[in-house]
C-alpha cells in the first residue's frame, strides 16, 4: 500500500522555468490538497480538489496551476518558476467524511 | 475557521505524560478539532480529533473542555521519537472547504532523556 506518492523528492529550478510536481494516491481518496511549507513555518494550502473534474483555490494560490482528471492524480504546475516559490511542498488525500488526512513525503523546491 | 493558539515549544521528559494546549475560543458548533504532528522534515501525520467527548486512540487521548473553547493532547508516555512539531487544527464543516486543514505554527515538542 503506497499511500501518497509525490515525485520528486528533490528539484532545483532556474527562474522562470516551469514544471510539474506530481501526486499520486491509490486509496480512492476523493479530497486531494497540495500545501506548501516555509521553513519554521506551518504549511499553508495552495489548491484543493474535492473530486475529479472539481479543483478550488487554497491561501495561496498564485504561481500555481492544478487539474484532477482522475481520482488518484493531482499534479502541481508552477507555470514560471520564481525564487519565492523556494518552498517543500506537500500534497495529501482523505475520503470524505470526518477522517484523517493522509500527506505524502514532500518535495523539496529550490529555485535559483 | 476559527483560529488556534498554541505554545510555542515545550519541553518533556522521556517517559512523562506530555500535555499540549490548544486554544479555540471561536470554535462553532460543527467544527472538529484535530492534531497533527511533523516529525522533522517529514509530511504531517494524523494523532486524533474529535466533537466534543474526549477521544483516545493508540497514540493519544484528547481532551475537550465543556465549553469547547480550549483542549488537550496527552501523549501518555513520551518518548524520543515524540519529539516533533504538533499543530491542533479546527476543522470547517461546510462541504466545499472540507478538504482544507489550516496549520498555524503549532507547538514544537521535544522530548529530552
Known amino acids: 500500500n503506497a499511500g501518497v506518492t509525490q515525485t520528486p523528492k528533490f528539484q532545483v529550478l532556474k527562474t522562470g522555468q516551469s514544471m510539474t510536481l506530481q501526486c499520486a494516491q491509490d486509496?480512492?481518496?476523493?479530497?486531494m490538497s497540495w500545501y506548501r511549507q516555509d521553513p519554521g513555518m506551518g504549511l499553508r494550502l495552495i489548491h484543493y480538489?474535492?473530486?475529479?473534474?472539481?479543483?478550488d483555490q487554497g491561501e495561496v494560490p498564485n504561481g500555481y496551476n492544478v487539474s484532477r482528471s482522475t481520482t488518484e492524480d493531482f499534479p502541481l504546475r508552477l507555470l514560471s518558476a520564481a525564487p519565492s516559490q523556494t518552498s517543500v511542498y506537500f500534497c495529501?488525500?482523505?475520503?470524505?467524511?470526518?477522517?484523517?488526512?493522509?500527506f505524502g513525503q514532500g518535495t523539496r523546491l529550490t529555485v535559483v | 475557521d476559527a483560529k488556534t493558539t498554541q505554545p510555542t515549544s515545550m519541553d518533556c521528559a522521556e517517559g512523562r505524560a506530555a500535555n499540549l494546549p490548544c486554544n479555540h475560543s471561536?470554535?462553532?458548533?460543527?467544527?472538529?478539532v484535530y492534531w497533527y504532528r511533523q516529525i522533522h522534515s517529514q509530511g504531517p501525520q494524523y494523532i486524533i480529533h474529535?466533537?466534543?467527548n474526549n477521544e483516545t486512540n493508540e497514540m493519544a487521548s484528547l481532551i475537550i473542555t465543556e465549553d469547547r473553547k480550549s483542549s488537550t493532547l496527552i501523549l501518555p508516555h513520551a518518548t524520543l521519537r515524540d519529539t516533533a512539531v504538533y499543530y491542533c487544527?479546527?476543522?470547517?464543516?461546510?462541504?466545499?472547504?472540507?478538504?482544507?486543514?489550516?496549520f498555524g505554527t503549532g507547538t514544537r515538542l521535544q522530548v529530552t532523556l
Open positions: 495529501a488525500s482523505r475520503p470524505s467524511g470526518y477522517t484523517e488526512a493522509f
Open positions: 486509496m480512492n481518496h476523493e479530497y
Open positions: 480538489s474535492v473530486g475529479a473534474g472539481i479543483t
Open positions: 471561536t470554535i462553532s458548533g460543527n467544527e472538529y
Open positions: 474529535g466533537l466534543k
Open positions: 487544527i479546527v476543522r470547517s464543516a461546510n462541504t466545499g472547504t472540507a478538504s482544507k486543514l489550516t
